[in-house]
């Protein structure tokens, strides 16, 4: 999570402000790596498992009355990658009853990522508390000049940024969707045969590794009536369908085993370091995890040297991380935008695979979970529960729904980035403006709560002020740095 200035007022999601009263325990003790059992945290009833504005009222079945009937069996469903969003979809989907089918390859998945999530999706997704390994209340913002804002200071006292690993937060997502019926198979997807004929099936080709046909897996094939591309960033769904290129952003983490002691200053901090020298346009940062901190870094424009950029960033931490050992190395592209095409017939795109990361934050997260719900949705209620095939109209809904949701914050945050981001001067000023309360408070409680929180038109004018006066400024240092490069 950035804590991306002045993008509240932009922010359009619909996350309910009654996650604000989760529970103010205090920070629990790192407990390890283990089994979760689900039977505490389960919730079967399809009305339980949508978000808490329809939770209210019964789910509108809206299935074409032209939409054939299934019998003998309920409709099919095959879920390519089983992150945030292939999770989700799969739970949703499941309470639902669709016959779903989970195919992910890699079941200790521990993509490189920093791991935030908002408050609102502990609460929205019916996280517990004990797969959230830190709970960030402190942030600090690092100008190029290593000028430090403190950023937190509007939180109460119950609100917090969850910090999680991925391998943890997918696999208790992927448990919670096998609890409610959900088939997750460990396979590698090759490639799917597009139906012929109006109403026939896709035919999925993958390799199942089950432990007895080693390390090239056994060759299977399944049959669906839709199937959702939740494959990540290089989705072989998406080059099925042809959904075309976007720009991608590669992040490279490491993370590292600081000493105790120093383990103590990030107990509730997380570090963003803004400079031409971590990354020309995106940022640097230490987030800490359960017993370490992830410090890391992402460019689009300069990917060949993303290590240089990751050296300048840990060099810029390494007062607050001497002494640490790096326990693992990870690199993994990031989409810069949506993809150019979302769906096309019985299959859709969410999560990384559909381009769904915010430009400044490259927060992807809960935009994952929330889009592949979405469209788990939008198939429970076009197939009736299951009980009729759907067409490409009933995943457009989908698509439609998102777009009038989202489109906007992701527009904001893309001239965000490219004011902010586009020289040291800039960043410079970015930072200045982070130390500003208010900013505080509206980029906390838009990311925090994804809702569009009302502003103080005196304090709005305030701040269109003074991020005009930062930007003046900046380009004046811009201008007299080209004096002495002269």
């Given at each position: 999570?950035?804590?991306?200035?002045?993008?509240?007022?932009?922010?359009?999601?619909?996350?309910?402000?009654?996650?604000?009263?989760?529970?103010?325990?205090?920070?629990?003790?790192?407990?390890?790596?283990?089994?979760?059992?689900?039977?505490?945290?389960?919730?079967?009833?399809?009305?339980?498992?949508?978000?808490?504005?329809?939770?209210?009222?019964?789910?509108?079945?809206?299935?074409?009355?032209?939409?054939?009937?299934?019998?003998?069996?309920?409709?099919?469903?095959?879920?390519?990658?089983?992150?945030?969003?292939?999770?989700?979809?799969?739970?949703?989907?499941?309470?639902?009853?669709?016959?779903?089918?989970?195919?992910?390859?890699?079941?200790?998945?521990?993509?490189?990522?920093?791991?935030?999530?908002?408050?609102?999706?502990?609460?929205?997704?019916?996280?517990?508390?004990?797969?959230?390994?830190?709970?960030?209340?402190?942030?600090?913002?690092?100008?190029?000049?290593?000028?430090?804002?403190?950023?937190?200071?509007?939180?109460?006292?119950?609100?917090?940024?969850?910090?999680?690993?991925?391998?943890?937060?997918?696999?208790?997502?992927?448990?919670?969707?096998?609890?409610?019926?959900?088939?997750?198979?460990?396979?590698?997807?090759?490639?799917?045969?597009?139906?012929?004929?109006?109403?026939?099936?896709?035919?999925?080709?993958?390799?199942?590794?089950?432990?007895?046909?080693?390390?090239?897996?056994?060759?299977?094939?399944?049959?669906?009536?839709?199937?959702?591309?939740?494959?990540?960033?290089?989705?072989?769904?998406?080059?099925?369908?042809?959904?075309?290129?976007?720009?991608?952003?590669?992040?490279?983490?490491?993370?590292?085993?600081?000493?105790?002691?120093?383990?103590?200053?990030?107990?509730?901090?997380?570090?963003?370091?803004?400079?031409?020298?971590?990354?020309?346009?995106?940022?640097?940062?230490?987030?800490?995890?359960?017993?370490?901190?992830?410090?890391?870094?992402?460019?689009?424009?300069?990917?060949?040297?993303?290590?240089?950029?990751?050296?300048?960033?840990?060099?810029?931490?390494?007062?607050?991380?001497?002494?640490?050992?790096?326990?693992?190395?990870?690199?993994?592209?990031?989409?810069?935008?949506?993809?150019?095409?979302?769906?096309?017939?019985?299959?859709?795109?969410?999560?990384?695979?559909?381009?769904?990361?915010?430009?400044?934050?490259?927060?992807?997260?809960?935009?994952?979970?929330?889009?592949?719900?979405?469209?788990?949705?939008?198939?429970?209620?076009?197939?009736?529960?299951?009980?009729?095939?759907?067409?490409?109209?009933?995943?457009?809904?989908?698509?439609?729904?998102?777009?009038?949701?989202?489109?906007?914050?992701?527009?904001?945050?893309?001239?965000?980035?490219?004011?902010?981001?586009?020289?040291?001067?800039?960043?410079?000023?970015?930072?200045?403006?982070?130390?500003?309360e208010y900013v505080q408070k509206m980029t906390f409680d838009s990311y925090l709560y994804k809702t569009v929180t009302p502003g103080n038109p005196l304090e709005d004018l305030k701040l269109a002020v003074n991020t005009i006066g930062s930007l003046v400024r900046a380009n004046a240092l811009r201008k007299e740095m080209d004096k002495i490069?002269?």
């Amino acid at each position: 999570m950035a804590s991306i200035a002045i993008n509240a007022h932009f922010t359009t999601t619909t996350c309910d402000r009654k996650t604000s009263e989760i529970s103010r325990e205090s920070l629990k003790s790192f407990v390890g790596l283990r089994k979760r059992t689900i039977e505490n945290n389960q919730s079967i009833s399809l009305t339980k498992s949508l978000p808490i504005h329809l939770t209210n009222r019964k789910l509108n079945i809206v299935a074409s009355k032209t939409s054939p009937k299934l019998t003998g069996r309920n409709l099919r469903v095959a879920i390519i990658g089983g992150g945030p969003a292939g999770g989700a979809a799969a739970e949703t989907l499941a309470k639902g009853g669709i016959e779903t089918y989970v195919i992910e390859r890699k079941l200790d998945n521990c993509k490189p990522c920093g791991g935030a999530i908002p408050l609102c999706m502990v609460g929205e997704f019916d996280l517990p508390l004990d797969i959230i390994d830190r709970r960030v209340t402190k942030m600090k913002m690092i100008s190029p000049s290593n000028v430090a804002v403190d950023i937190g200071q509007t939180l109460k006292p119950h609100e917090y940024i969850g910090m999680v690993r991925r391998e943890v937060l997918d696999a208790y997502l992927r448990e919670r969707a096998a609890k409610a019926g959900a088939n997750i198979l460990n396979g590698l997807f090759l490639k799917m045969d597009m139906p012929q004929e109006q109403n026939a099936p896709y035919v999925l080709h993958y390799s199942l590794f089950d432990g007895k046909a080693g390390s090239v897996g056994e060759k299977r094939t399944l049959e669906v009536d839709a199937v959702i591309g939740a494959d990540g960033a290089n989705s072989r769904v998406a080059k099925a369908i042809g959904a075309g290129d976007y720009d991608y952003a590669i992040a490279f983490q490491e993370r590292i085993k600081i000493p105790d002691d120093k383990m103590v200053y990030y107990e509730n901090l997380a570090e963003m370091y803004v400079g031409d020298d971590v990354s020309p346009d995106f940022y640097g940062w230490v987030f800490p995890k359960c017993d370490h901190v992830a410090v890391g870094t992402g460019t689009v424009t300069h990917k060949g040297d993303i290590k240089k950029f990751q050296l300048a960033t840990r060099n810029r931490a390494k007062d607050k991380i001497l002494g640490g050992k790096i326990i693992r190395v990870e690199a993994h592209p990031i989409p810069e935008h949506p993809r150019p095409k979302r769906l096309a017939g019985r299959v859709a795109l969410v999560g990384d695979a559909a381009g769904y990361v915010t430009k400044c934050s490259g927060e992807g997260i809960y935009f994952a979970a929330k889009s592949g719900r979405m469209c788990g949705e939008a198939i429970v209620e076009g197939s009736a529960n299951g009980t009729r095939l759907i067409d490409e109209s009933d995943l457009r809904k989908y698509l439609e729904k998102w777009d009038k949701t989202y489109w906007p914050t992701y527009k904001v945050l893309d001239v965000l980035q490219k004011v902010f981001y586009r020289s040291n001067p800039a960043r410079e000023a970015f930072v200045e403006m982070c130390a500003d309360e208010y900013v505080q408070k509206m980029t906390f409680d838009s990311y925090l709560y994804k809702t569009v929180t009302p502003g103080n038109p005196l304090e709005d004018l305030k701040l269109a002020v003074n991020t005009i006066g930062s930007l003046v400024r900046a380009n004046a240092l811009r201008k007299e740095m080209d004096k002495i490069n002269v």
